[in-house]
């Protein structure tokens, strides 16, 4: 499969000259499938750009909502291929399938966007978890959701598809206070073995102790799960929209000087705006799993 990343911003967009390296959209990462089919992680101001480059293409479209945050729907009213009639975008938001579409995409009510959600021509569904589980399988995907740590809630993924293995987990706070819902050795577990694991690495510890609760991990933290899970590559996300490119670099040498001699993850990488990721399964080396960036 190939990734690639179109939104890596957290909370907010955050363009300017001090993040024109990494990027300013918020949350957005297009999957094409070995299948051939489209997947799509979150819909954040990024998927206008994603929008443009596939708008000629005629493929049914599956989007996976984390969750119902700001940054994470906030571009859909700015995706063409909603405004293309009878094409197919299915959502999976962690809604139930019978919830009012509109109650999910807020913003398309007429009022706070000028286009109702009611006008679109196209052919948007909401699927509930089952029938997305389902929808997938048919595709040829397993999927595994994680309940996150994240105020509101929302879901992780665990995409597999011909033995790659994609996690994704944006907006979790590994080491919440007060009342956890998945605690950590269950993310261990969950993201266990993935090539990919894309996680929330928005705080440093100077962001601490007041944002803790807000539902994002440390860079820290993140770095532990990957050894602890022994995923294969890391892909830090979710940047705070106040970490500047001159930060995010200095993150990068941190990792380089942390994961020096361990086994695992071969490669970290701090994302940004137009990153490409092809992983896949070797045929000649059962077991080995190469990734390469385009
Ligand atoms: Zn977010
Ligand atoms: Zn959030």
């Given at each position: 499969m190939i990734l690639t990343f179109y939104g890596v911003r957290g909370s907010i967009p955050a363009p300017g000259p001090e993040t024109v390296k990494y990027g300013g959209n918020t949350s957005c990462i297009h999957i094409r499938l070995e299948s051939g089919s489209d997947l799509i992680?979150?819909?954040?101001?990024?998927i206008r750009q994603l929008g443009r480059h596939i708008v000629n293409q005629d493929r049914d479209l599956f989007l996976l909502l984390s969750h119902r945050h700001w940054d994470h729907i906030q571009g859909f009213?700015?995706?063409l291929p909603v405004?293309?009639?009878g094409r197919k975008i299915c959502i999976y938001s962690g809604a139930e399938a019978n919830d009012d579409l509109l109650s999910i995409l807020r913003q398309m009510d007429g009022a706070t966007f000028p286009v109702h959600a009611r006008q679109l021509p196209s052919r948007v569904s909401n699927v509930g978890h089952d029938a997305m589980v389902q929808r997938l399988q048919a595709k040829g995907v397993n999927i595994?959701?994680?309940a996150l740590n994240h105020p509101g809630g929302g879901q992780a993924f665990r995409i597999e598809e011909e033995g790659v293995v994609v996690a994704y987990v944006t907006d979790n706070e590994l080491d919440p206070p007060g009342t956890i819902t998945t605690r950590y050795e269950s993310w261990v577990e969950f993201c266990r073995g993935a090539d990919l694991l894309i996680h929330d690495a928005q705080y440093t510890e100077s962001d601490m102790p007041?944002?803790?609760g807000w539902g994002h991990s440390l860079i820290s933290q993140v770095r532990r799960l990957a050894v602890d899970a022994e995923v294969r590559n890391l892909v830090m996300f979710h940047h705070d929209p106040e970490r500047t490119d001159f930060e995010l670099e200095q993150v990068e040498r941190d990792n380089d000087a942390y994961f020096r001699g361990l086994r695992a993850p071969?490669?970290?990488?701090?994302s940004f705006e137009g990153l490409s990721l092809r992983i896949r399964a070797s045929d000649t080396d059962a077991g080995r799993h190469f990734l390469e960036v385009l």
């Open positions: 992680l979150d819909s954040g101001t990024g009213p700015f995706f405004y293309q009639p595994l959701t994680r007041h944002k803790h071969s490669r970290c990488i701090v």
